[in-house]
Structure formats: structure tokens, C-alpha cells
Nanobody, 111 residues
Framework: VQLQASGGGLVQSGGSLRLSCTAS??????MGWYRQAPGKQRELVAE???????TYADSVQGRFTVSRDAAGNSVYLQMNSLKAEDTAVYYC????????WGQGTQVTVSS
């Protein structure tokens, strides 16, 4: 499965961004987003099963919303009330027999 992510960028603290990720085929497993800040390990941000059950990191609960399209090809991350500590490279992830990763998209939040 190939994953193509987009939507990163530079935003001021308190602003919003929306990330999109499209897979090369339907993914019936979990799709979601991870992030990796400089000097830190990659961490789960949010993920969703195809029936629509979502899981969030405590640090983004209430600010970020993960969603998927009904076809199962795409996953989105709406990020509101962004903080400087949300600055990281965000990676799309899909489970299809194994972990599959997108190329990463940079999100930078200026304080």
C-alpha cells in the first residue's frame, strides 16, 4: 500500500490545519497519523478503524479530529488550536498486513 500525505505547513499558535492522506487501495485496517518531533520518538497522534472508532493521544484530545472516507482509501486529521509543541513531521500510517507509512509532512506552529 502506498500512502500520499498532504496538508502540512506553517501556522501561528491557535490556528488550524487539515492533513489528508490517500492510500493506493482500500484499507480495511486502521489508518491514522503519527508524528515525530526533533530528538523525540515517533508517537501516535490519532487513528481510526474503518467502522469509525477513533483513538487519540492525550495531548491532542479535544483539539484534533481524525476521520476517514467511506470508501476506506483516505484518512484526514483536522488540527485546531495548534500549539508550538505540535510542531513535528506528521506521518500517515495504514495497517494492511503490516505497517505502511507515508512520506511525512511538516507541521510548524509558531508561537
Amino acid at each position: 500500500v502506498q500512502l500520499q500525505a498532504s496538508g502540512g505547513g506553517l501556522v501561528q499558535s491557535g490556528g488550524s490545519l487539515r492533513l489528508s492522506c490517500t492510500a493506493s487501495r482500500r484499507v480495511i485496517g486502521v489508518m491514522g497519523w503519527y508524528r515525530q518531533a526533533p530528538g523525540k520518538q515517533r508517537e501516535l497522534v490519532a487513528e481510526m478503524t474503518l467502522p469509525g472508532r477513533a483513538t487519540y493521544a492525550d495531548s491532542v484530545q479535544g483539539r484534533f479530529t481524525v476521520s476517514r472516507d467511506a470508501a476506506g482509501n483516505s484518512v484526514y486529521l483536522q488540527m485546531n488550536s495548534l500549539k508550538a509543541e505540535d510542531t513535528a513531521v506528521y506521518y500517515c500510517n495504514a495497517w494492511f498486513g503490516r505497517d505502511n507509512w507515508g512520506q511525512g509532512t511538516q507541521v510548524t506552529v509558531s508561537s
